[in-house]
Antibody, heavy 117, light 109 residues
């Protein structure tokens, strides 16, 4: 069973930085593509970033390009999101999502990031 | 403004069949498969349908997906009170991004 546990969220001031982590278990992490998806309070889902199973291919949403960096450590079964130059509009629950070759996302429980002074 | 268009709300009575639509374009639904997610209140999304019409293990066959051209649909038959949730469609876009619908809030009357 796919299990994903996010951590690292919290309150940060505008312009600040935060690093999110996602610990994976119950599946062969190195075979799955991974994504970060966020959900602002009371809003819908917004895709943030994608990383291939090997880490060689990476994509970002325009809203975070140049500020966020996705990475993974297959030896540690972990996914990361380094978030810099944070803005109020980045406030959201951030979900880690595993993407098998068959399709679809399996989701973690999410971690809340609040950007406020 | 979401790239994929869903009705903001839908409703039905227990036992009824309800359909939720998802409209896209040639660069997303028209050329890639569609996934559907269910988000119960206060919880993380859950995969309901993948690759247009495939159900993960454990998802009841009351839930079914279909796709035609640049549109897709999620049908829920034998509606139950526990189906009250937000439903999202998603597809890969050829601009190298995942795109989601704005979500449909399903109310069981």
């Amino acid at each position: 069973e796919v299990q994903l546990v996010e951590s690292g969220g919290g309150l940060v001031q505008p312009g600040g930085s935060l690093r999110l982590s996602c610990a994976a278990s119950g599946f062969t992490f190195s075979s799955y593509e991974m994504n970060w998806v966020r959900q602002a309070p009371g809003k819908g889902l917004e895709w943030v970033s994608y990383i291939s199973s090997s880490g060689s291919t990476i994509y970002y949403a325009d809203s975070v390009k140049g500020r966020f960096t996705i990475s993974r450590d297959n030896a540690k079964n972990s996914l990361y999101l380094q978030m810099n130059s944070l803005r109020a509009e980045d406030t959201a629950v951030y979900y880690c999502a595993a993407e098998p070759v068959t399709g679809g996302f399996y989701w973690g429980q999410g971690t809340l990031v609040t950007v406020s002074s | 403004q979401s790239v994929l268009t869903q009705p903001p709300s839908a409703s039905g009575t227990p036992g009824q069949r309800v359909t939720i639509s998802c409209s896209g374009s040639s660069s997303n639904i028209g050329s890639n498969t569609v996934n559907w997610y269910q988000q119960l209140p206060g919880t993380a999304p859950k995969l309901l349908v993948y690759s247009n019409n495939q159900r993960p293990s454990g998802v009841p066959d009351r839930f079914s997906g279909s796709k035609s051209g640049t549109s897709a649909s999620l049908a829920i038959s034998g509606l139950q009170s526990e189906d009250e949730a937000d439903y999202y469609c998603a597809a890969w876009d050829d601009s190298l991004t995942w795109v989601f619908g704005g979500g449909t809030k399903l109310t069981v009357l």
